[in-house]
């Protein structure tokens, strides 16, 4: 039935990216560009301490001496740098933060995302701290979590009320000199969350961030930190979409966790930003720096992606397993539909003995994309019994787009176990007519076989975002088969 | 039930079928047999509405209307079923949730409401006792590590699920141990209604001392060139094919 698919193929790749909505909110920016008074201002106008106003002068400078990487296998084209805005902020009226001094337009904004900031959320027990363009406007729950003395709120709040944390911990996983889109993030971040879990807490509900570009013209740059005390657990969820636009726009956030002894920390992200239209004109670049370190003996860290969104990814979600017996894993599905293109995958590090490390990766690519798989597992010479387990698979959808693996083993020691499977495959029109066959559609069909392809992932997601990612990889997906 | 008028159809521009007419009435069993490439997996592709089968010439008429511009799943929805002669797998898909979304979509093109899931179980559990299929299998990917019997009985076990009206057999007995052939008949055998149909496709007669067809028709080179009732297959059984091919090319000579 080539009619038909192609007519699914138009009305899928003609149906508008759900979260494309531009909101009329007041907005309080910089002008373009940046030079270090862009940054002083940006600092001054969050009153920050010096402390702040330092580093963030320190990375501006290293990064102006760096050049952008060229090594992952993408496309990019040039970046203006001076031609982004770097600072734009709901307007907010004075006084303290309640409800109702929230913006209704912004509200109206989340009710359309389908983001529980209200009474409903207390149902879905998630908490959530809300990011649009750069600054945090909302954090629930934040009390019921004191009470257990978890604190969930944006991190320009943690630079002033916990600076003790933040001077401690900030940096510590990925230095500000780390790459040159992670020395931009320490540079000119306007906010993020941070997140604190005592010794021996467990977070009795998800924490949850949501990321949105709003403004025309501007890059978002959060910076998120993760803190797990000995004993403690954590799951911590990341959302974010942004509208439609012709041009093209930069996020470059920066995640650090560090887990202490016996800690886990679970970490699920959906990435759902605007990945341009079907021409691939517009779409966000996504450029981001994630880094764990399990830092004390038996402690987890766990990534989950799935990343449907972004005109480009550059993305390695990594963990440093320096405690003995720690646990890193990292469960991945990247889909890249039309023009997209990602180059995403993990690190890891192992130095402690004993340490144990699982990568899952599923890529699906469809249209005339690009997916690669980059992954290292570098097992340093202390590291005794390491063990790792690879599994790199891509399921290709047409005959115009690409998969491709880049794995880089280092093993420094005999007793290391690292085993690596990698396979490829095409979703069989087979498998779809067999499905058709039985009554169901060729649309229902892929989101089926897709989601079947990436179960092993979207298990590991909590159930709420298990359901919502299951439709998403349909969505991005529909009509991709012609 | 099933009316197929003068049926040519090609495969990447070869013609396969060379003019098919075939009627199958509700209640019966017609059972088509043939030596391998006559055309039979075409026939049983081209009512099912495989996208390579282009139809070149003729019709074919499902419950009085013509099905040709109609998508497969629709004419799944109607009632027609095929028993695959090469199943697929499908990883990570579990057969719950296949045969839910399968069933449910039944229901909604019917207008009616999406099953529970304990009536779904209920009925799951049924079906897999009329067919004989291990509980296991179910609780496994679609067909996923399935030998090639297992396969069989679980396109049997979907035939009982979904309740088509035409049901098409392409080549069940392929593969299947004579244990797994009975079974799989005694699954076929209980199905059976009235007002249901069977198509059974297959190249021996063995599996026809299980399903006793109503009519046997032997197909060579696209076309059908012989049809009677349930001794034609006992005849071929003993006799092969080659006496029925030398006569019909025979005749055609003898036409020139």
């Given at each position: 039935m080539?009619?038909d698919?192609?007519?699914?193929?138009?009305?899928?790749?003609?149906?508008?990216?759900?979260?494309?909505?531009?909101?009329?909110?007041?907005?309080?920016?910089?002008?373009?560009?940046?030079?270090?008074?862009?940054?002083?201002?940006?600092?001054?106008?969050?009153?920050?301490?010096?402390?702040?106003?330092?580093?963030?002068?320190?990375?501006?400078?290293?990064?102006?001496?760096?050049?952008?990487?060229?090594?992952?296998?993408?496309?990019?084209?040039?970046?203006?740098?001076?031609?982004?805005?770097?600072?734009?902020?709901?307007?907010?009226?004075?006084?303290?933060?309640?409800?109702?001094?929230?913006?209704?337009?912004?509200?109206?904004?989340?009710?359309?995302?389908?983001?529980?900031?209200?009474?409903?959320?207390?149902?879905?027990?998630?908490?959530?701290?809300?990011?649009?363009?750069?600054?945090?406007?909302?954090?629930?729950?934040?009390?019921?979590?004191?009470?257990?003395?978890?604190?969930?709120?944006?991190?320009?709040?943690?630079?002033?009320?916990?600076?003790?944390?933040?001077?401690?911990?900030?940096?510590?996983?990925?230095?500000?000199?780390?790459?040159?889109?992670?020395?931009?993030?320490?540079?000119?971040?306007?906010?993020?969350?941070?997140?604190?879990?005592?010794?021996?807490?467990?977070?009795?509900?998800?924490?949850?961030?949501?990321?949105?570009?709003?403004?025309?013209?501007?890059?978002?740059?959060?910076?998120?930190?993760?803190?797990?005390?000995?004993?403690?657990?954590?799951?911590?969820?990341?959302?974010?979409?942004?509208?439609?636009?012709?041009?093209?726009?930069?996020?470059?956030?920066?995640?650090?966790?560090?887990?202490?002894?016996?800690?886990?920390?679970?970490?699920?992200?959906?990435?759902?930003?605007?990945?341009?239209?079907?021409?691939?004109?517009?779409?966000?670049?996504?450029?981001?720096?994630?880094?764990?370190?399990?830092?004390?003996?038996?402690?987890?860290?766990?990534?989950?992606?799935?990343?449907?969104?972004?005109?480009?990814?550059?993305?390695?979600?990594?963990?440093?397993?320096?405690?003995?017996?720690?646990?890193?894993?990292?469960?991945?599905?990247?889909?890249?539909?039309?023009?997209?293109?990602?180059?995403?995958?993990?690190?890891?590090?192992?130095?402690?003995?004993?340490?144990?490390?699982?990568?899952?990766?599923?890529?699906?690519?469809?249209?005339?994309?690009?997916?690669?798989?980059?992954?290292?597992?570098?097992?340093?010479?202390?590291?005794?019994?390491?063990?790792?387990?690879?599994?790199?698979?891509?399921?290709?959808?047409?005959?115009?787009?690409?998969?491709?693996?880049?794995?880089?083993?280092?093993?420094?020691?005999?007793?290391?176990?690292?085993?690596?499977?990698?396979?490829?495959?095409?979703?069989?029109?087979?498998?779809?007519f067999?499905l058709n066959q039985r009554g169901i559609s060729?649309?229902?069909?892929?989101?089926?076989?897709?989601?079947?392809?990436?179960?092993?992932?979207?298990?590991?997601?909590?159930?709420?975002?298990?359901?919502?990612?299951?439709?998403?990889?349909?969505?991005?997906?529909?009509?991709?088969?012609? | 039930m099933l009316?197929?008028?003068?049926?040519?159809?090609?495969?990447?521009?070869?013609?396969?079928?060379?003019?098919?007419?075939?009627?199958?009435?509700?209640?019966?069993?017609?059972?088509?047999?043939?030596?391998?490439?006559?055309?039979?997996?075409?026939?049983a592709s081209a009512i099912v509405g495989r996208d390579?089968v282009?139809i070149?010439?003729?019709?074919i008429l499902y419950m009085?209307e013509s099905i040709l511009e109609m998508p497969p799943e629709e004419r799944a929805l109607k009632g027609i079923f095929l028993?695959?002669?090469?199943?697929?797998?499908?990883?990570?898909?579990?057969?719950?949730?296949?045969?839910?979304?399968?069933?449910?979509e039944q229901?909604?093109y019917?207008?009616?409401?999406?099953?529970?899931?304990?009536?779904?179980?209920?009925?799951?559990?049924?079906?897999?006792?009329?067919?004989?299929?291990?509980?296991?299998?179910?609780?496994?990917?679609?067909?996923?590590?399935?030998?090639?019997?297992?396969?069989?009985?679980?396109?049997?076990?979907?035939?009982?699920?979904l309740?088509p009206k035409l049901s098409i057999?392409?080549?069940?007995?392929?593969?299947?141990?004579?244990?797994?052939?009975?079974?799989?008949?005694?699954?076929?055998?209980?199905?059976?209604?009235?007002?249901?149909?069977?198509?059974?496709?297959?190249?021996?007669?063995?599996?026809?001392?299980?399903?006793?067809?109503?009519?046997?028709?032997?197909?060579?080179?696209?076309?059908?060139?012989?049809?009677?009732?349930?001794?034609?297959?006992?005849?071929?059984?003993?006799?092969?094919?080659?006496?029925?091919?030398?006569?019909?090319?025979?005749?055609?000579?003898?036409?020139?």
């Amino acid at each position: 039935m080539e009619k038909d698919q192609d007519k699914i193929l138009r009305e899928v790749t003609d149906s508008e990216y759900k979260y494309g909505f531009v909101s009329d909110i007041e907005m309080d920016m910089l002008p373009k560009g940046l030079n270090e008074d862009v940054i002083r201002e940006i600092s001054k106008r969050k009153e920050e301490p010096e402390y702040m106003l330092e580093f963030r002068l320190k990375a501006f400078r290293k990064w102006q001496e760096m050049e952008m990487p060229h090594w992952a296998h993408l496309q990019i084209p040039e970046i203006d740098f001076q031609d982004i805005i770097y600072y734009a902020s709901p307007k907010k009226k004075e006084g303290p933060k309640s409800l109702d001094e929230v913006d209704p337009e912004l509200l109206k904004t989340f009710e359309k995302l389908g983001i529980p900031l209200e009474e409903q959320e207390r149902l879905a027990g998630v908490a959530v701290d809300a990011i649009v363009d750069s600054v945090s406007v909302k954090t629930t729950f934040q009390d019921t979590l004191a009470e257990l003395g978890i604190i969930f709120c944006s991190i320009s709040e943690a630079i002033h009320n916990h600076p003790d944390l933040v001077k401690k911990y900030l940096g510590s996983v990925v230095p500000y000199n780390d790459n040159y889109y992670a020395a931009l993030n320490a540079a000119v971040f306007s906010d993020g969350s941070f997140c604190y879990i005592p010794k021996g807490v467990r977070s009795p509900m998800e924490l949850s961030s949501y990321f949105r570009i709003n403004a025309a013209n501007t890059g978002q740059f959060e910076r998120t930190l993760i803190i797990a005390e000995e004993d403690s657990y954590v799951s911590y969820l990341e959302g974010c979409t942004a509208p439609m636009r012709d041009e093209n726009q930069l996020h470059a956030a920066v995640v650090e966790i560090i887990a202490l002894e016996n800690a886990e920390v679970k970490y699920s992200t959906v990435q759902n930003w605007y990945p341009g239209d079907k021409d691939g004109k517009g779409g966000i670049f996504n450029f981001v720096t994630k880094r764990g370190i399990c830092k004390g003996d038996h402690s987890k860290i766990s990534w989950t992606q799935v990343e449907t969104g972004s005109a480009i990814t550059w993305k390695y979600p990594s963990t440093i397993l320096k405690g003995d017996h720690s646990t890193a894993e990292f469960y991945s599905v990247a889909v890249t539909n039309n023009f997209q293109q990602a180059d995403t995958g993990t690190k890891m590090i192992h130095l402690g003995k004993h340490t144990k490390s699982t990568i899952v990766s599923k890529g699906i690519s469809a249209g005339q994309s690009n997916n690669s798989y980059r992954g290292l597992v570098k097992v340093q010479k202390g590291a005794l019994n390491a063990r790792n387990f690879s599994q790199c698979d891509s399921l290709l959808i047409g005959d115009q787009c690409g998969a491709h693996t880049f794995p880089y083993l280092e093993v420094g020691n005999k007793t290391a176990v690292v085993e690596h499977e990698a396979t490829t495959s095409k979703i069989g029109e087979d498998q779809i007519f067999y499905l058709n066959q039985r009554g169901i559609s060729t649309e229902d069909a892929i989101g089926m076989i897709v989601n079947g392809y990436a179960r092993e992932v979207l298990n590991q997601l909590p159930m709420e975002f298990a359901v919502e990612a299951q439709k998403l990889l349909q969505i991005s997906l529909e009509g991709s088969v012609g | 039930m099933l009316k197929i008028k003068n049926l040519h159809a090609n495969i990447e521009g070869k013609e396969i079928l060379k003019g098919i007419d075939l009627e199958v009435r509700p209640g019966e069993v017609h059972a088509i047999m043939g030596p391998n490439g006559s055309g039979k997996s075409t026939l049983a592709s081209a009512i099912v509405g495989r996208d390579y089968v282009e139809i070149t010439e003729g019709d074919i008429l499902y419950m009085g209307e013509s099905i040709l511009e109609m998508p497969p799943e629709e004419r799944a929805l109607k009632g027609i079923f095929l028993s695959f002669q090469y199943p697929v797998e499908i990883p990570g898909v579990s057969m719950v949730n296949f045969l839910r979304a399968a069933i449910n979509e039944q229901r909604k093109y019917r207008g009616l409401d999406p099953m529970s899931p304990s009536d779904f179980l209920k009925l799951m559990r049924e079906k897999k006792k009329l067919v004989g299929i291990d509980s296991a299998l179910t609780n496994r990917s679609v067909n996923e590590g399935f030998s090639g019997g297992e396969k069989k009985k679980n396109e049997i076990f979907q035939m009982a699920m979904l309740e088509p009206k035409l049901s098409i057999l392409d080549e069940t007995d392929s593969g299947l141990d004579i244990d797994a052939l009975r079974v799989v008949a005694q699954g076929v055998n209980a199905l059976k209604r009235p007002d249901s149909s069977t198509i059974v496709i297959t190249h021996y007669q063995r599996l026809l001392n299980y399903i006793v067809p109503d009519f046997v028709h032997v197909l060579y080179k696209g076309r059908i060139i012989r049809s009677g009732g349930k001794e034609l297959a006992l005849e071929l059984e003993e006799k092969g094919y080659d006496w029925l091919k030398e006569e019909y090319e025979n005749s055609l000579n003898g036409a020139l």
